[in-house]
């Protein structure tokens, strides 16, 4: 018996693979290991979907789910190389994590003694790792500057250690701080509006390019509450300036204390962003915890993602009886650090050197070579070119190196490759620094810039004259 021919006029929607059955798929039943049921549907459904609109034939959704799921991550973020030559990238995750804080990551992503002492089966001080292998990081000398002892203390970031800083020991009162210092921080975030927000009134002293001692003192009042050293980070002033130095502010701090006979501390509190533990050549005038803390600071607060090269926290070190105060008060909950940060630090102070460590102080003479390696690979030229420290750390100092200069248009190509290369857009060319990739994927790189260049061959040759959609005679919506 011949079969009916097909009719002609049936929906070919009619033909969209059930949900249940597509949810059926052995591919989709060993995602669910992985993958939400809420994910999984709404893969599903956009395969449909894309049938019903007729982008995809009805005999595609199948095969589109299967390579949906398979695709599909737990997470949107994607891997990027970067090559920027920006070695503290914001925009990427500022610094990328040493192996030895990825595995104590890993580690500790499931129970852990982070508040438990297993000994004694008692309740802990939270982090004392962390906590001793800051105070370990910091050199004898410097414990020695300070002979009533020193403590850390960890929270989620370096804008909230600034905020219990200012509340825990500023209080409503006023602190004191230099015009020059009154900095804005990423996404348009303003210093003194973090500040002012905890109910902190700032006594602004001196100019934008000036400050001396005699302002800070002549400033000092009943209402004192604190003085404020802020390291402007991501901008540099040249010229005719001046600044006063930490050691300065700690004897104006000791001088009013001893004045008010009620032996009521004015507290020194330093933040020098970037967070270096200890001088770097390379970065003379970056400020490092070290030297402020000799110098005098009640209190210094860094980032343990940039220079430090850790995962996002907020480091406060200095005297014990300030940290004290400081781990004691109430927003010290609101915002303390968790349990995968604690570690990730831990192990990145007593671990290896940080990739942030290792792009900063790349030889120049291996970077050249592995430009002309990657530049050989896919026929372009290598031109010098300058990195930066980035993040707000060691601004206007270059990092010499080298770059592969490829067509801008390759740009957009390698962003959305696979894997994912950022670039650097410059002056008409797309330059690819070595910096900041690990040079065990030089050879991925390459890959990635080879089939960015496919790709751009492929889309210049379907616009060539004659070709489809492109044709000389085609209007292009010009109206003709």
Known sequence: ?????????????????????????????????????????????????????????????????????????????????????????????????????????????????????????????????????????????????????????VVNNGAAALVLATTALAGTGELIVSRGELVEIGAGFRLPDLITSTGTRLREVGTTNRTHQADYADAIGPQTTGLLKVHPSNFRVDGFTSSVSIAELRTLADEEA??????????LIVDIGSGLLTPDPLLPDEPDLAGALTAGADVVIASGDKLLGGPQAGILLGRRRTIQRLATHPLARAVRADKLTLAALEATLTGGPSPVARSLHADPARLRERADRLAAAVGAPVVAHEGRVGGGGAPGVPLAGWAVRLPEELAPLLRTGEPAVLPRVHDGACLVDLRCIPEPDDGRLADAVRAAQARLASKNSSRSPGSTGDHPDQSHGSGR
């Not at 894309?50 to 005999?59: H, L, V, W």
């Not at 192996?99 to 580690?107: G, L, S, Y």
């Not at 001893?258 to 507290?267: E, Q, S």
Request: net charge positive.
């Open 1 to 153: 018996m011949t079969a009916a021919p097909p009719d002609r006029g049936e929906d070919p929607r009619r033909r969209i693979p059930r949900t249940d059955d597509l949810l059926a798929l052995p591919e989709v039943v060993d995602a669910r290991t992985r993958l939400s049921e809420t994910v999984l549907r709404s893969l599903v459904t956009h395969a449909q979907s894309r049938a019903r609109s007729g982008e995809i034939n009805p005999e595609d959704v199948t095969p589109a789910v299967r390579a949906a799921v398979a695709s599909r991550n737990a997470t949107i973020l994607r891997p990027v190389l970067n090559a920027t030559g920006v070695v503290v990238h914001t925009n990427l995750g500022r610094a990328p994590l040493p192996p030895a804080a990825v595995e104590a990551v890993v580690a500790s992503s499931g129970y852990v003694d982070v508040e438990l002492d297993l000994v004694s089966g008692q309740r802990a001080k939270r982090g004392t790792g962390t906590r001793q292998a800051l105070l370990a990081a910091v050199p004898a000398a410097v414990h020695a500057a300070v002979p009533e002892g020193m403590d850390a203390l």
């Open 258 to 267: 001893a004045g008010r006979g009620d032996g009521r501390p004015l507290p």
